[in-house]
């Protein structure tokens, strides 16, 4: 029986000493803190990419070693754990990394530092209370360094393009420039030139009733009828979420006024059939016709905006020119 | 004289396991009610002396239930049998009348504990034409209701979690379970809607011949109570916003996903959180997706703060390849 028990007690050390063994060598930061932070534990992982030998920092406490750790921040996950006996994980998008380390292809690599996930997981005594915590430290660099050259690429090529995805019209971006390129040309050659901002009544609500889906099929469906209603020449984007603006080359604004109510009934007699829903909806529009007095296009834009304004206020479904009372 | 025992529980499965954890040859007469409004109709016909009362159920919830068997002075006596183990749950049905709190899944041995400690008579006879058990065994189970079951006792407990966190009471509705087209899965959400703006954490899970994910989607306009909730002070920014979202998600998924596995008696690998997206709409989660599955067992439940504008949701969504693995588990646990 004795014997029975050495032999059992060997093959644990040596168990112990080759799972030791993995756990230095592993490639993912390895610690093991005590309730008062003092480390018990530290891979040679950490050792590598921090200087600091396990040596050195046992038993001290791990924000006197690393006082650029945020302490206040760390400590308030930890004790979650402690108290819920649950792990808590943090993402680099949190908090790029909680060690700032080098980048671990210094030559190669892109990042100056290593991003980090952290793992916080509870760690039970033989008793089952917790009174350690082990910290696991994954290198996500290339991850992350991917993810936001994705995101920058994105958003670059968002503002390449001219064209709105769901509409097929101009971009806000777009239609501005041109906005811009009418308003020299007309200021230059003295052409009329009208610009209509208009909007979808209560757009929200179409949202919020029918969802969105079918709030992108009533902004696809007006785009295609005010393509139907415009002429060759006029330049027409989607402004914003389900607001639009139209550039009337050579027009009054009496005569953009024709376009508009034109438009306005279309629109107003349209049902868009949507899964097994009928909708309705209406637009507010107005007009602003470049004037000698507007020296420029933002402002021209601001004025089509308070006739828009004044539409809105006066009960929807309308179209109005700008006043200079307005 | 016979005692007459109601066990007042929606879902099948629960009502079996509490049935068999009662003593074996108990003298009594078993009923069952799968909701308060049931319940209580039995214990006017005297059919409830002694009531095992599951909290969350459908049309009348145990509080609820509570109330009238105090406001009436009905004679029942209570003992709560429930997945929702805040103590503020505890408490709450305490001061409701309830004479004691026993946490689901159900321990045998502590049924008789309480039974014998409130001087309630447990003689078993041997001559009765059928026992406590046979009836029992006897009894059906539903595979849903097993999912279900499960689901609740689980959520349970990372509601406890999550209350202790926050430091308020968590409301949990009854989880919602479905096999679904994954084509379906945004038709199928019962608490959340696809025009509202959500942040999502999920985590792949697997083990014992089962995988999938874990998802919490979180109702973006709940970051301002949770911001207070949680003590935050400062900008809630979207760091900001992150950093809670990844706390929460961490107490929720890995609660729930130890408390499937510990009932199955099965162990999971948990995977690193990934951000799925924050401001986004329920459908750009699954745009960049190329599952292979076609049916899924989706899990849904929903976690409210009382008295706070805070939704949250936890979905489990398990591959068509792990069903039959777990259906066998959990007909393991009642059959």
């Given at each position: 029986m004795a014997n029975k028990e050495i032999d059992v007690g060997q093959v644990n050390i040596e168990d112990i000493h080759w799972l030791m063994d993995i756990l230095q060598s592993i490639d993912v930061g390895l610690i093991v803190l005590d309730r008062s932070y003092k480390v018990m534990a530290w891979n040679s992982f950490m050792e590598n990419h921090s200087g600091v030998n396990a040596t050195l920092i046992k038993d001290k406490v791990l924000f006197d070693v690393f006082?650029?750790?945020p302490r206040e921040w760390f400590r308030q996950k930890a004790e979650s754990v402690f108290l819920l006996k649950s792990s808590n994980f943090t993402v680099w998008e949190q908090r790029p990394y909680l060690f700032k380390f080098k980048n671990y292809r210094p030559i190669t690599g892109s990042a100056q530092y290593m991003y980090q996930n952290i793992t916080l997981a509870p760690l039970a005594s033989?008793?089952?209370?917790?009174?350690h915590i082990g910290v696991l430290i994954y290198d996500v660099t290339d991850i992350a360094v991917s993810k936001l050259k994705l995101e920058k690429a994105n958003i670059e090529l968002e503002s390449l393009s001219e064209t709105d995805f769901l509409t097929q019209l101009n971009n806000r971006g777009a239609w501005e420039q041109n906005l811009q390129a009418e308003f020299n040309r007309s200021k230059r050659s003295g052409h009329n030139c009208s610009v209509v901002m208009f909007d979808i009544d209560h757009f929200k609500n179409v949202n919020d009733c029918y969802g969105h889906p079918a709030g992108d099929e009533v902004i696809k469906r007006t785009a295609e009828l005010l393509r139907e209603t415009m002429r060759l020449t006029d330049i027409a984007g989607r402004y914003g979420g389900e607001e639009f603006g139209v550039i009337l080359v050579d027009t009054t604004a009496e005569d953009s006024m024709i376009f508009t109510e034109r438009l306005r009934k279309r629109i107003e007699a349209e049902v868009v059939r949507y899964a097994e829903d009928e909708i309705q909806f209406t637009v507010s529009l107005g007009v602003a016709e470049l004037t000698e007095d507007c020296d420029d296009y933002k402002l021209w834009l601001e004025r089509s905006d308070k006739a828009l304004y004044v539409c809105k206020e006066s009960g929807r479904n309308q179209s109005r020119m700008y006043l200079h009372s307005d | 004289m016979t005692t007459n025992i109601l066990i007042c529980d929606d879902s099948s499965f629960a009502r079996k396991q509490m049935a068999r954890a009662l003593p074996k040859q108990w003298d009594v007469e078993l009923n069952f009610a799968a909701n308060g409004a049931e319940a209580l109709e039995l214990i006017r016909k005297g059919k409830g002396e002694i009531l095992f009362l599951?909290?969350?159920?459908?049309?009348?919830?145990g509080y609820q239930t509570l109330e009238v068997i105090l406001k009436e002075d009905l004679p029942a006596i209570t003992i709560v049998v429930s997945g929702d183990i805040q103590d503020e749950a505890v408490q709450r049905v305490k001061r409701l009348g309830a004479l004691d709190f026993i946490k689901k899944p159900v321990d045998v041995e502590l049924v008789t504990q309480v039974l014998k400690q409130y001087g309630i008579n447990i003689e078993e006879i041997d001559n009765a034409e059928e026992t406590t058990e046979d009836l029992a065994e006897r009894l059906e189970v539903d595979l849903d209701d097993s999912y279900q079951e499960l689901a609740n006792v689980a959520m349970g407990r990372a509601a406890d979690l999550l209350a202790r966190l926050l430091g308020a009471f968590v409301v949990m509705p009854i989880p919602c379970v479905k096999h679904i087209e994954i084509s379906e899965l945004e038709m199928a959400m019962q608490f959340i809607k696809s025009n509202d703006s959500i942040s999502a954490v999920c985590q792949g899970f697997i083990g014992s011949g089962v995988a999938g994910e874990a998802m919490l989607i979180f109702d973006d306009a709940s970051y301002e109570d949770i911001a207070e909730l949680m003590k935050y002070d400062g900008e809630i920014t979207e760091t900001a916003q992150l950093e809670l979202l990844m706390d929460i998600a961490s107490v929720l998924c890995g609660a729930c996903l130890n408390g499937i596995a510990d009932q199955l008696d099965m162990k999971f690998s948990i995977g690193h959180p990934m951000v799925l997206g924050q401001h986004i709409h329920f459908d750009d989660i699954l745009k960049g997706a190329s599952t292979q599955w076609n049916e899924l067992l989706s899990i849904e439940m929903g976690y409210k703060i009382e008295n706070r504008n805070v939704n949250c949701n936890l979905l489990l969504l398990i591959t068509e390849d792990s069903i039959d693995t777990l259906n066998k588990r959990v007909i393991d646990l009642f059959a």
């Open positions: 006082p650029s750790v033989v008793t089952g209370e917790i009174n | 599951d909290l969350n159920m459908p049309v009348l919830d």
